[in-house]
């Protein structure tokens, strides 16, 4: 999965149709040549060379809330600002212009995505919906390629008979996870009948994939990823090698994040997965102060210019350098 950190946006450049003359045509046979030409090139914008002529997949948006929307980390509670940052606002103004299709998914592993799940949806271009069947508590098994989600109340810190929600970090309470049904099958769409029944048990990505299209289909997703789940059958974050924010897609998905390492958005998927290294302004400024400790320099090492300085994530210049503006 490739990792980057792109501050250039691609030239917003049109290729030409330049076309032959010679004197064996009629003029009315030069005027229809004409006419069509005209009419393709006020139909469609044709890309600089090089770039894909066509995006055929839905675009998909992951978005890390702490760090990356917002400025400072809520889950260990420092946020200093629950208002979106501006690169962030630059990035949804520019999904809502020229990317009509794309979707969001919030992924965080605190419960704080209320915060901008509520800005997204208050925004005028009122783009954005998070059904309430869209949120989802996600794990990933220890020793297979499981991947589980399971569905979160409304009440955030709510006791359901699979999770305990009202722990800082979500405990997982299931007895015997070998008892619940496997989906296998990427056509298998048990999944989908109304609300889903909890837990979802997952054989692998390209199958979660299938599970991620159909919430996509109704709209933008909630998926909180698991911390320490205190169970042998899941992954903690703090397992070596772990990553625990599991996205995959049919779709084209490009995710921001301050810590890019949480993401795991291989497996395979035959779609393009990146996901971008993201520094916020304010932390860019303190980084540039020397008020952030070494950790968090080395965290944000990516986002370092040569001359020393770091420099705040352009989200949107990041997204143009994946994804060819339209």
């Not at 009315?28 to 040549?33: E, Q, Y």
């Not at 894909?52 to 990356?68: F, I, S």
């Not at 911390?227 to 059958?233: G, L, M, R, T």
């Not at 490009?254 to 890019?260: C, G, L, M, Y």
Request: with cysteine; net charge neutral; charged share 20%.
């Amino acid at each position: 999965m490739p990792v980057r950190n792109i501050d250039m946006a691609t030239p917003n450049a049109r290729q030409y149709f330049v076309l032959p003359t010679t004197t064996a045509y009629t003029a009315t046979a030069t005027i229809g040549v004409l006419l069509v030409a005209t009419y393709w090139m006020f139909r469609r914008r044709v890309p600089a060379p090089g770039s894909r002529r066509v995006r055929t997949r839905r675009l998909v948006l992951g978005l890390d809330v702490n760090g990356t929307l917002l400025e400072g980390d809520s889950f260990h509670g420092d946020l200093g600002d629950a208002a979106l940052t501006q690169p962030a606002l630059e990035l949804l103004s520019e999904l809502e212009q020229r990317h009509p299709d794309a979707r969001i998914v919030l992924y965080t592993f605190g419960s704080d995505s209320s915060v901008v799940k509520e800005q997204l949806m208050s925004r005028r271009s009122n783009r954005w919906s998070f059904p309430p069947s869209s949120h989802f508590f996600i794990a990933r098994a220890v020793r297979s390629e499981e991947i589980w989600a399971f569905t979160m109340p409304a009440a955030g810190d709510a006791l359901t008979a699979d999770v305990d929600y009202s722990a800082h970090d979500p405990v997982i309470l299931l007895a015997d996870p070998e008892a619940v049904v496997l989906i296998d099958s990427e056509q298998d769409r048990s999944h989908s009948l109304g609300t889903p029944c909890s837990p979802l048990r997952f054989a692998n990505m390209r199958v979660f994939a299938a599970f991620v299209d159909g919430l996509l289909a109704a709209g933008d997703v909630v998926f909180r990823a698991a911390y320490d789940p205190q169970h042998p059958y899941f992954v903690r974050r703090s397992d070596p090698g772990s990553a625990c924010k599991v996205l995959s897609s049919t779709g084209q998905v490009v995710a921001f994040d301050d810590n890019h390492g949480d993401w795991d958005m291989s497996a395979g998927m035959d779609a393009q997965h990146t996901v971008v290294h993201t520094l916020t302004p304010g932390l860019a400024a303190r980084l540039n102060q020397g008020k952030e400790p070494e950790k968090m320099q080395k965290r944000h090492a990516l986002s370092r210019q040569p001359s020393g300085k770091y420099v705040p994530t352009d989200m949107v210049a990041a997204l143009h350098a994946i994804v060819p503006a339209v």
